[in-house]
Nanobody, 121 residues
Framework: QVQVVESGGGLAQPGGSLTLSCSASGTIFTMNAMGWYRQAPGKERELVAETNSGGGTNYADSVKGRFTISRLNAANTVYLQMNSLKPEDAAVYYC???????????????WGQGTLVTVSE
């Protein structure tokens, strides 16, 4: 079992910044990828940013140049630094953790409970 816990959401003004944190704990042999997704009301969940164990990153076009994902591999922790926030960034942000619980499996994929980001004057 793996627990994924996010923190850091809240209210920011347009143009402001927030940092989200996510830590995964439990039976983890390798963590292949950790990332952030978001879901706004009435919309589907979408990728925001993701990083893999090799340090590679992937960003949604809408956040490139404004958001930065970083990871502490040893701590199975990932951060999302969000700058120049826009009202359209408002959503519930979810952390996703993907990996293996043992050398030969099983593979896991867990999601956090979500943290709300509000962008408003």
């Amino acid at each position: 079992q793996v627990q994924v816990v996010e923190s850091g959401g809240g209210l920011a003004q347009p143009g402001g910044s927030l940092t989200l944190s996510c830590s995964a704990s439990g039976t983890i042999f390798t963590m292949n990828a950790m990332g952030w997704y978001r879901q706004a009301p009435g919309k589907e969940r979408e990728l925001v940013a993701e990083t893999n164990s090799g340090g590679g990153t992937n960003y949604a076009d809408s956040v490139k140049g404004r958001f930065t994902i970083s990871r502490l591999n040893a701590a199975n922790t990932v951060y999302l630094q969000m700058n120049s926030l826009k009202p359209e960034d408002a959503a519930v942000y979810y952390c996703r953790a993907v990996g293996y619980s043992a050398p030969r499996g099983p593979h896991f994929e867990y999601w956090g409970q979500g943290t709300l980001v509000t962008v408003s004057e």
